[in-house]
Each structure stands twice: as C-alpha cells, then as structure tokens.
C-alpha cells in the first residue's frame, strides 16, 4: 500500500501545488488559478497567523467546503464535447479531486482525524525526519514546535465535535492504540523523535547559531511537544475511548449508507454498488481458492486447506528470525527485480529507491510494508518500508509479492514515472488515485510470474494468498460498512480465506473498519488493468508489446478507471493504424 502522507486523513487543500498551466483548455484553467488564488490566501492567512501546520476548525472546514462547491459547478459546466481527449482528463482528474474536498466537509470526515493504525498526531511524528541544511531551514522547523499545541487541540476539539455527532472510529479497534502517541511522552527530551534533526550539526550552520537553535529546540520540546501528547493521552482517556461508538459500519454514521456509497465510488472510480463489489469479491475468492487449492495438491501436502494455513502460521522456517534477514531478504528480491524492469517497460524512473524498516513509532500498530515516496527534486530516495516489529508475524513467502508491489514495478515507479511527466499539469504529477495506483500495485505482483519469481511452490501460494487477501477486502469491507458484519465475521473470513498471520489478520480487519472503502482500489483496480491488457492483446495480437502497453498505461500519471479505457482505446487505434501503414 501506499503510504499515506502522514500529515494524512484531513486532506487539507493548501498542499495543492501551485500551478503551471501547459496548453490547458481556459475554462479549466481559471478553475486552477481560482484554487491557486485560494490556495496562497488560506498560506497567506496561516502565515500570519504564525500557523505553519494550517488551520482545523470548524470555520475553516466550512469556508474550504464553500470554496470548492462553487469550483465543482464551474467544471461541471465545462462543454467536453468542445476540448480535447487531454483536456478530458485534466477535467475528469481535477473533478474527482475536487469532489473529494467537497465530501470531507458533506460527510464531516474531518472530524475523525485517525485511523486504526496512524492519525494526525502520527503525522506529526513524521516532522522529526525533517533535515536541516540552512539556518532558515530550522527557524522553520521551530515555528512547527511552537504550533504543535495549537494544531493538537484544534484536532482534539474536531473530534469531540464529532463525538457529538455519532461520529468517531469504534473502541474495538484501538485496543494498543495508546503506543501511537505514549511514546512520544517521554522522560528526557533527546529520546523525542522531534530532537532528531538536531543531533548533527549541518555545515551551513554556524557554531554560535546552531547552538541557539538548539537551545529553542530543547526549549519547544520541552514546554510545547511533550505536554502537546499529554493532552492527547488525556483526551483518548477520558473523553474519546469512553463515549466513542461500539458499532462498526460507516452505515452507523449521519447519512452513513449515502457516504459509503460515496467512499465506493471515490476508491473505485466507478458507478459499481456495494452489492456488485461484494459480488465480485466472491467470485475471485472462489477463482482464487482453486488455484490455491492446486498449490497445495502440487506440495503433496496431506491435510484440508485450513490445516496448510495452520502449519504456515506455525512452522519457523516461514518467519524471519531477525529483522536484517527481513530486511536483507527484501533488498535481495528488490534488487532482483529491478533487473527484470527493461524487459517489461521501455522507460524507467530514475529516482532511486532503498529498503528500510517501518519507524518504530509507526510499526506496533501498522501493516506488514508500505512504500513512502520522495520527490524527484529532493535529496533523498524512496522507501519500500518492510515492518520488523513482531517478526513472527512477518511471513518470508509472501515477500516476493509484497515488495514487487510497494517497490517495483508497482509503486516506486509507477509513482516517480508520474513525477516526471513534464506533460503533465503540476496538480496531477503528484495526484494519487487509489483504484489506478492500488490497482497497479496488486497487478505487479501478477507480473512477478513474467519477470521469473513466483518459482518456490510456497512463494506461489503466497502471491495467491496476497492476491486472496485483495479479494476478500471486497467482500469483508461491503460486508462491516453496509451489510452489519461483526468484526469476528470479518476476522475469520480473512483468516480461514488467506495465509496471512493472526496479527496481520486482526490489523487488517481494524484498518477496513477505520477506512470505509479505500480496500476496495485494488482488487477492482487490478481487475481493470489485467482486462484492458486482455483488450489490447486481442486487438493486436502478434503486434502487441507488452513494453508499450506498460508505458502507454502509465504515460499520464495516475488517472481514474473509465480514463484508462479510453485510453486503452485510443492505444489500439494508434497500433492498428501503425499496423496498417
């Protein structure tokens, strides 16, 4: 999966890049340079008002709501019979982006700022791996230190208001939740991950200066950061774990049937309905299990499919014994397969990647790999984050699937080819569609059989099994959020359907309840791609590359689903029409 920009579930809209407009249609254009306007006077006002980390109250919700709403109905006014197919897809992106801004205040999701697994405070948490190079550069980090409190309570203040409202995730999931934000309380303020750009002293800082800058920190740690996560401690204690909800569904909300339907449509970008998705989720568990079930036969194992998964959950040689073997395990596959690349895609990104553990503020409650990407102008690579907590969790034959989907040739560079489109507007170089980049994900783990993995009978079941795990999130996450599913139903459907250890069975399961339809993206997405290859093969025939293909498919970045078969269409066309000639 992806990961979530930890600043994360409150998708604010002032990190929307400025942008550069490149031959766009002009009504779609004074729709960007009206939200570039809004955007730098929403900056201009946190700035003022010496608010680095934004606003989060309810006026300003609100006003982005309003902003936005009236964006929504200039687009929809838009003639597309009068633009071209790119304009087409600037309008349809730009409309599904907008559209989502709008359903955070409709649906009033930003009054539950946290996940099973991470939230705003997590977010904060990340702002300790910034890197300091100039003076102005930790001036800046400081004005953060000092916001913190206020970005804390204007937080917890959304989530009381939601409280109010039936809105909140239910008290079953954050059993452990407490690990989140306990570890940031801490006794001397150089454990505090907030100190750790202030441990080496960069070369454009100066002794005296640095010293200074240093003293503020210890300062800001000390009086703002720490009693900031006590408050939030405090808060969890008292007020949000005792009155939050004990039902499971999003159903359960205000309107809650209308915003799951909304969430289907936003992670799938289709018209599907909860009933078709929960159809399909049953019809590939079912294709799935017969091909798992031929595995099974093939390792001549003895025994039902509930005692193969049984002797996989407990046997050691399945499970790491350090986290470097993890570690070096998935460096090893990574590797591999970025030599695999040229022969399936004609171009590459050139941004390196690296493999690194999940932060050890993240791991207790987070899934088993994510990847977390870098811009292409920065200093730094990009993550494949492989989780080493609770090494008997991590199963050692699912990691060929695993990383061939956070690193290549699913999200690294599926992720920084998109970045490098200089065609591309700018809101769309780092624009992520779920159906398209999940999509593409669960689909590179497929490709695994044409780049050569997939060989040991067990690492085959394990693809199966991730591939079994994507199918079942259609069934369990229609199944809590619109069919009253109890989350022992879910637990036991994703244990008796997949190999994936009990730990990773429960933290999945919590994560569908806390995240009403984002585990839909990629079965459907995947699904989608796998389809329209099929299309193009059958249309071309022996004059089909899979090399264009791939780069056709991801030659405009991440797009929605009905754009890629448009696309895909107009890539058979093309072919044919060379073909011909």
Not at 186 to 195: A, G, I, N, Q, Y
Request: proline share 4%; aromatic share 12%.
């Amino acid at each position: 999966m992806k990961h979530i920009f930890l600043q994360l579930l409150t998708t604010v809209f002032f990190f929307f890049p400025l942008f550069a407009q490149k031959n766009i249609h002009p009504e779609i254009t004074a729709v960007l340079n009206e939200i570039k306007k809004f955007s730098n006077e929403e900056r201009k006002k946190d700035s003022t008002a010496k608010q680095p980390l934004g606003s989060f109250t309810e006026a300003s919700f609100f006003r982005r709501y309003e902003f936005y709403k009236s964006a929504y109905e200039k687009l929809k006014n838009i003639d597309t019979s009068a633009i071209t197919f790119d304009d087409q897809v600037n309008l349809e992106l730009l409309k599904h982006d907008v559209r989502n801004e709008m359903s955070e205040y409709v649906y009033r999701t930003y009054q539950n700022p946290i996940l099973s697994d991470a939230g705003f405070h997590t977010g904060l948490a990340g702002k300790g791996n910034t890197i300091l190079n100039t003076k102005r550069d930790a001036e800046q980090y400081l004005l953060i230190l000092e916001d913190i409190p206020r970005y804390v309570e204007q937080h917890l203040q959304l989530m009381r208001n939601g409280l109010g409202l039936g809105i909140s995730q239910p008290a079953v999931i954050l059993k452990g939740y407490e690990a989140t934000y306990i570890q940031h309380i801490v006794d001397s303020l150089e454990k505090s991950v907030f100190w750790k750009p202030f441990i080496k002293q960069p070369v454009g800082i100066n002794a005296e200066d640095w010293n200074q800058l240093r003293s503020g920190a210890r300062e800001l740690i000390r009086q703002h950061v720490i009693p900031a996560y006590k408050r939030i401690a405090i808060f969890f204690n008292n007020e949000y774990l005792p009155k939050t909800r004990t039902s499971l569904g999003a159903s359960a909300f205000p309107n809650g049937r209308t915003f799951y339907e909304d969430r289907v449509r936003h992670f799938t970008t289709t018209d599907l309905t909860p009933d078709e998705v929960f159809k399909t989720g049953e019809q590939e568990v079912a294709r799935i299990r017969a091909a798992t079930d031929g595995v099974i036969r093939q390792l001549q194992f003895k025994g039902s499919f509930k005692e193969f998964l049984a002797y996989l959950r407990s046997d050691p040689r399945f499970y790491p014994s350090s986290a470097d073997q993890l570690l070096k395990e998935a460096a090893w596959i990574a590797k591999k397969a970025d030599g695999k690349l040229p022969s399936l895609f004609g171009k590459l990104p050139r941004l390196p990647y690296t493999v690194a553990p999940v932060p050890d503020y993240l791991a207790p409650t987070y899934t088993t790999g994510r990847y977390s990407g870098a811009s292409i102008y920065g200093k730094r690579a990009g993550e494949y984050w492989v989780n080493t907590y609770n090494l008997p969790s991590r199963t050692l034959f699912t990691l060929e699937a695993l990383t061939l989907h956070e690193a290549v040739p699913g999200h690294h560079l599926q992720i920084c080819l998109s970045q490098e489109l200089d065609s591309l507007p700018d809101f769309r170089k780092n624009l992520y569609i779920n159906a398209f980049g999940e999509g593409w994900g669960l689909y590179s783990e497929y490709l695994g059989h044409e780049m050569g993995f997939y060989q040991d009978p067990y690492s085959l079941f394990g693809r199966l099994t991730y591939d079994m795990w994507r199918a079942c999130r259609l069934v369990i996450d229609v199944g809590i959020h619109q069919k009253n599913w109890t989350r022992e139903q879910a637990v036991n459907y994703l244990a008796d359907n997949t190999a994936l250890s009990l730990h990773e069975v429960n933290t999945e399961v919590n994560r569908y309840i806390s995240w009403p339809g984002q585990a839909l993206s990629y079965k459907i997405g995947e699904i989608k791609i796998r389809e329209m290859r099929k299309k193009a093969e059958g249309a071309l025939q022996e004059k089909f590359d899979v090399r264009v293909f791939h780069d056709m498919v991801l030659s405009r970045g991440s797009v929605t689903l009905s754009l890629l078969e448009k696309m895909t269409d107009n890539f058979i066309a093309e072919q044919l029409l060379k073909k011909d000639k």
